[in-house]
């Protein structure tokens, strides 16, 4: 398992294994992010519930406090209210908080039976009290009727008794009536069974002396008799007095144990709440403590995970990247140098298995090629002039070489050329060995056409690489008048070969008012960069285009230049259109492309003043459009 794991190491190469690395990586960092979502998921269900379920309860429960300290507050005003208005209105007062804590009741999760029958008690307890307020009222209301015709009755019988002659024996009596009338009105004003039932005893005495005395009264007659019986018998505890002053009093004990039964209930109910709001507090409190918990363990797990990957990073970029490949590409470098310096006897080491190793491959081969071209070489000096020109123009080719190698990470387009530039070396390493075996052999004409063959074949690379060497080299920041049909140019034969490899017709017209160059302000290098990269994406577009049609065109205007470069490939749906021009976004499948080109090609026209537009359907193809400053 390990054998084959190594072997499918070697084999990915560098950009396999970088992006190997760039998967455990991404991994590490999805894990985190899972971890982080799955916190912030947790801590958002356990907010809902908070705000669903236990903060409405807790403010249920306070609004429950509030309306039971109201119906404490209010239910005294059913007793102690002057007019029958105040306690119609304190009543209604009542009714409206407990149905109003009934409806909060219900909301509540611990909502039983109990709080039902809990508040039924308080409610009959309340209508019942003011039940026994209203009769009260009523008998209060008689015995003020009852006095309002005792006391015209003692006034007039007392004018009676004072219309009668004068005689000491009625003066007794007279004070005994006036001392029963002033208990009678005490009666009024007794606040205990005790009391009522003493001033009725006082009553009923004072009744049986009067009642004694009256046959030694002189003048008395039957009428007067009578009036002072009846009044006697007012004061009796067999009078109507006696009877709606014990109704009060009683009324009024009911009023008493109905206000205390209401109370006791509704501190029963305080109570209730007070429990629920103390639980709910303490299922808040251990939510929060639960939640801040989660939080700084998943604060723990993310530190954690950010530092192993940051680790496996360092490790990566130290310990391969720098140790191996920078290295072993260092090496390459002063290889190349060397060889470029014509010192063509340094050794090439050719280590692993990957895109370094294979380069190291080809630059031993062009050793080996150069070593013997140049030995060839020293072989004709002396015989033929011309071989000078090719061995300068080998040498030349030798530089561009090693120029191309050091530009390798160019990418596809680089490859492509790559390609290009090994058909003729190939065929020039074969007219090489043909020439020597026609000089040894004495054929002098047969070696000239080999040298001719070989240095036409070094002029068509030396073309491929002047272009790759202008695109490749350092651009410069500042703009200035650029030639756009030289540049245009470039960027097209640099790109003609994938163009003819996937078989496309390419169009290219101007529509120029003036027959001088047309010149516009920009970088000669970062715009053909651009057009490079525009083109580049139309021909990854009609990779399975049937109509294969590129085109460009330029357009001007009074002060601006318009590019327009279509395609016929496949086209971008409308909602991506927005987002083409983003870092890192693509279309094209994993390993084909990072989404930078657009990207860098917006900020590069940017720089130059001007815009890039795109107009695009899909399955039909796509128009990117440059505008940028005439130059005058």
Not at 18 to 27: D, G
Not at 270 to 290: E, G, V
Not at 320 to 344: F, H
Not at 547 to 556: C, D, G
Request: aromatic share 6%; with cysteine.
């Amino acid at each position: 398992m390990y054998v084959s794991l190594s072997s499918w190491i070697r084999q990915i190469g560098i950009g396999g294994r970088l992006f190997f690395a760039f998967v455990l990586i991404s991994s590490i960092t999805l894990i985190t992010s899972g971890l982080a979502t799955h916190t912030y998921l947790d801590l958002s269900h356990r907010l809902t519930a908070l705000n669903q379920q236990d903060i409405p309860g807790l403010e249920a429960a306070a609004r429950l406090n509030d309306k039971s300290r109201l119906i404490v507050a209010t239910a005294p005003l059913l007793v102690t209210a002057d007019a029958n208005t105040a306690r119609k209105n304190a009543m209604q007062a009542l009714r409206s908080a407990i149905t109003e804590m009934d409806a909060l009741m219900r909301n509540l999760p611990d909502y039983n039976r109990y709080f039902v029958e809990l508040m039924a008690q308080i409610h009959n307890s309340l209508t019942l009290l003011n039940q026994s307020v209203e009769k009260r009222e009523t008998v209060r209301a008689a015995i003020t009727e009852q006095n309002h015709y005792i006391f015209p009755f003692f006034d007039n019988l007392i004018v009676k008794l004072n219309n009668l002659p004068q005689s000491a024996k009625w003066a007794p009596v007279i004070h005994r009536l006036y001392y029963l009338a002033g208990l009678m009105e005490k009666v009024s004003n007794d606040a205990s069974f005790n009391e009522l039932d003493y001033t009725f005893l006082r009553l009923e005495a004072l009744g049986s002396e009067i009642q004694s005395r009256l046959p030694e009264l002189p003048y008395l007659t039957p009428l007067l008799r009578q009036d002072i019986t009846t009044l006697i018998a007012l004061s009796s505890r067999q009078g109507d007095l006696f009877q709606l002053k014990n109704e009060e009093l009683e009324l009024g004990y009911q009023q008493s144990y109905f206000l205390e039964n209401s109370q006791n209930h509704i501190q029963q109910l305080a109570a209730q709440i007070n429990q629920y709001t103390n639980s709910t507090n303490t299922s808040i409190r251990d939510s929060l403590n639960n939640a801040m918990q989660l939080m700084k363990s998943s604060i723990r797990n993310v530190l954690l995970l950010s530092l192993v990957s940051l680790a496996v990073a360092c490790a990566i970029s130290w310990f391969y990247v720098r140790k191996n490949v920078l290295q072993r590409i260092s090496e390459l470098q002063k290889n190349m140098r060397a060889i470029a310096s014509s010192q063509l006897e340094t050794e090439v080491r050719i280590v692993g298995h990957d895109e370094i190793s294979s380069m190291a491959r080809d630059l031993k081969f062009f050793q080996d090629t150069a070593i013997e071209v140049e030995r060839t070489n020293h072989q004709l000096a002396a015989e033929i002039e011309e071989r000078i020109a090719a061995e300068s123009q080998l040498k030349t080719t030798q530089s561009e070489l090693v120029q191309a190698g050091k530009l390798a990470a160019l990418g596809q387009l680089s490859v492509g050329i790559t390609h290009e530039i090994n058909q003729p070396l190939t065929a020039m390493a074969s007219h090489i060995h043909s020439a020597g075996r026609h000089l040894e052999k004495g054929h002098y004409d047969k070696v000239h056409a080999s040298l001719l063959k070989i240095n036409h074949l070094l002029k068509k690379t030396a073309g491929i690489t002047r272009h790759l060497k202008a695109f490749a080299r350092e651009a410069g920041t500042e703009c200035s008048a650029v030639d756009l049909d030289q540049v245009i140019r470039e960027a097209i034969e640099l790109m003609s070969a994938p163009m003819h490899d996937i078989g496309c017709e390419f169009l290219y017209s101007q529509d120029i008012k003036s027959q001088t160059p047309l010149l516009v302000l920009a970088e000669p290098i970062r715009l053909e960069q651009v057009l490079v990269n525009l083109l580049s994406n139309a021909v990854d577009a009609l990779s399975d285009a049937q109509i294969k049609r590129i085109s460009i065109q330029i357009e001007e205007q009074a002060e601006r230049v318009l590019i327009h470069l279509s395609d016929t490939g496949c086209g971008i749906e409308s909602k991506s259109l927005k987002d083409i021009f983003d870092p890192f976004y693509t279309q094209k499948e994993v390993g084909e492309g990072l989404g930078l080109g657009l990207s860098i090609s917006y900020n590069i026209i940017q720089d130059f003043g001007g815009k890039i537009r795109v107009q695009s359907t899909l399955g039909q193809g796509s128009c990117f459009t440059l505008e940028l400053q005439k130059q005058s």
